[in-house]
């Protein structure tokens, strides 16, 4: 006959283990971090454990100093400010609205082993952006090693990148505003990019040799520009660099009165059969303005026909679709 477990401590470790994934971080170590040494250790064994803070934590913190170096996925929210020298083992790090001592601590603290970096903030003081830019030149440095992932789509690029160095592990990036200097700098000195998504700066900078990136494969540009006509070729301009590309995604904004203007338009045709090759799929997302005034009978009829001259025009070369947005 089999004996009973009738105590949680005589249960397994691997069964253990199982029950602490139904849990956060500070509920497991509340719970059972001060036991013994065995639950001790085996808190410490748990790969991607994870720990949420906010400002609502803000008077309990100094009570989870204690495990900081056995947390991998660390998301700061709403402000909250906490010191990263505690986190020795972090390999994922999200920030919410991050204020501006944490920025201070990104770019003067180690964290040998980040691999995830991802920042939003809503508001975006003069001091953060100058941190910001800062934080640039720390993450194209030695000091991320191994990061892979890094989302900072809200924060544009600004001169001077002189001192940028190479980044072998950077896999997916996602930035702010940049220009085209800017771009094919991130490019020649990521040769592992995959994945690039940015905000198109419009400008007249002349680059007479173009170095091309054969491994990126993903490219999402979101074109800020609402002046009328669009000069494609400042598109162009980020498109001839990345001949292996797989897919493309181009966010453009345009009034609904002048897309009227638009209904034999081009749409990037031309630059995709001359030099992109490999492209399988191609996305256009149209963010239109003042639309909602008007009836939704003539709104649909001028989407449809510009739909269908859509499709027409890039049909039987690779899967294209096309999405209005109405702001």
């Known amino acids: 006959m089999e004996k009973s477990i009738s105590r ?56 989870y100093e204690e495990f900081f170096i056995s947390i991998q996925i660390l998301i700061i929210d709403r402000g909250f400010n906490i010191d990263l020298k505690y986190f020795k083992n972090l390999r994922r790090l999200m920030l919410r609205n991050p204020k501006e001592k944490i920025f201070e601590q990104l770019n003067h603290h180690s964290l040998p082993y980040i691999e995830y970096l991802s920042i939003t903030h809503k508001f975006l003081t003069s001091t953060i952006q100058s941190l910001i830019i800062d934080l640039y030149q720390r993450i194209f440095s030695k000091h991320f090693l191994y990061l892979k992932f890094c989302n900072l789509s809200e924060m544009k690029i600004e001169m001077p990148i002189y001192n940028w160095q190479q980044s072998l592990s950077l896999y997916i990036l996602k930035v702010g505003q940049i220009n085209i200097f800017i771009y094919r700098t991130i490019l020649s000195l990521c040769p592992n990019l995959y994945l690039f998504e940015l905000k198109k700066f419009q400008n007249n900078q002349f680059l007479a040799n173009i170095e091309l990136h054969s491994n990126l494969k993903y490219l999402i540009i979101k074109d800020e520009d609402q002046t009328f006509p669009w000069n494609d070729k400042f598109i162009n301009d980020y498109l001839i660099c990345v001949p292996n590309l797989e897919k493309l995604i181009i966010h453009r904004k345009i009034f609904f009165k002048k897309l009227i203007e638009y209904l034999n338009y081009n749409w990037f045709r031309s630059t995709i059969i001359h030099c992109l090759y490999l492209l399988h799929q191609f996305n256009l997302i149209l963010h239109i303005y003042g639309s909602k005034q008007l009836t939704k009978c003539y709104r649909e009829n001028i989407f449809s026909s510009l739909k269908e001259y859509f499709l027409c025009l890039h049909k039987d070369q690779y899967h294209a679709q096309i999405q209005f947005i109405q702001e």
């Open 8 to 63: 949680f401590q005589d249960l397994p470790n691997e069964l253990i283990i199982d029950i602490y994934k139904y849990l956060n971080a500070r509920e497991i170590f509340q719970s059972f971090y001060h036991i013994n040494i065995r639950f001790k250790k085996l808190f410490e064994s748990i790969d991607n454990l994870q720990l949420t803070v906010s400002l609502f934590d803000s008077n309990e913190k100094k009570n």
